[in-house]
Antibody
Framework: QLQLQESGPGLVKPSETLSLTCTVSGGSISSSSYYWGWIRQPPGKGLEWIGNIYYSGNTYYNPSLRSRVTISVDTSKNQFSLKLTSVTAADTAVYYC????????????????WGQGTLVSVSS | DIQMTQSPSSLSASVGDRVTVSCRASQSISSYLNWYQQKPGKAPKLLIYAASSLQSGVPSRFSGSGSGTDFTLTISSLQPEDFATFYCQQSYNNPWTFGQGTKVEIK
């Protein structure tokens, strides 16, 4: 059974870089069938897609965050990572990683399963 | 970006009720529409993908329909464990976007 687990600091100072890692277990991140994604949810609010990555390193980012986001993959560790620079209080959220799968093309895809999420607060 | 609008934002219902949640896209998204259920403090869980396909392990009282711009999630007989927030999500165009959520509460 595939499982994903987010890890990283729960508190980041304003203007610094948020760094999170998602460890995949029960399956290989190098599968040619999947993308791997990050989604966040500010407290009490809705879901925002951040971006995703293929095992080859191909990435797609949300244009609203593109200038500050980098997603990378480490196939040897079965992990993928998120870096978000120049954070502000608006970046305080629960960050989820998830497998993206679907119909065989990049579009018409969905997220399953999700990690449990990790709360990252931005505060001095 | 494609805007996803859910209605209602919240609803109160009783166990056994038939419940419908609507999701409207700002442009046609074919059938590239997914539904998730989120309980407090938990990650979202996939219920329906590609507008009408039931995810494995999800009870058959959940169903999805629609194409183009208008979609519906239906719970045929609401159960106590179904009280949660439901989100739709489009994967027709980047960036993937979600609806604002519909909270289903106990009447």
């Amino acid at each position: 059974q595939l499982q994903l687990q987010e890890s990283g600091p729960g508190l980041v100072k304003p203007s610094e870089t948020l760094s999170l890692t998602c460890t995949v277990s029960g399956g290989s991140i190098s599968s040619s069938s999947y993308y791997w994604g990050w989604i966040r949810q500010p407290p009490g609010k809705g879901l925002e897609w951040i971006g995703n990555i293929y095992y080859s390193g191909n990435t797609y980012y949300n244009p609203s965050l593109r200038s500050r986001v980098t997603i990378s993959v480490d196939t040897s560790k079965n992990q993928f990572s998120l870096k978000l620079t120049s954070v502000t209080a608006a970046d305080t959220a629960v960050y989820y990683c998830a497998r993206q799968l679907g119909s065989g093309t990049y579009y018409n895809q969905w997220f399953d399963p999700w990690g449990q999420g990790t709360l990252v607060s931005v505060s001095s | 970006d494609i805007q996803m609008t859910q209605s209602p934002s919240s609803l109160s219902a009783s166990v056994g009720d038939r419940v419908t949640v609507s999701c409207r896209a700002s442009q046609s998204i074919s059938s590239y529409l997914n539904w998730y259920q989120q309980k407090p403090g938990k990650a979202p869980k996939l219920l329906i993908y590609a507008a009408s396909s039931l995810q494995s392990g999800v009870p058959s009282r959940f169903s999805g329909s629609g194409s183009g711009t208008d979609f519906t999630l239906t719970i045929s007989s609401l159960q106590p464990e179904d009280f949660a927030t439901f989100y739709c999500q489009q994967s027709y165009n980047n960036p993937w976007t979600f609806g604002q959520g519909t909270k289903v509460e106990i009447k």
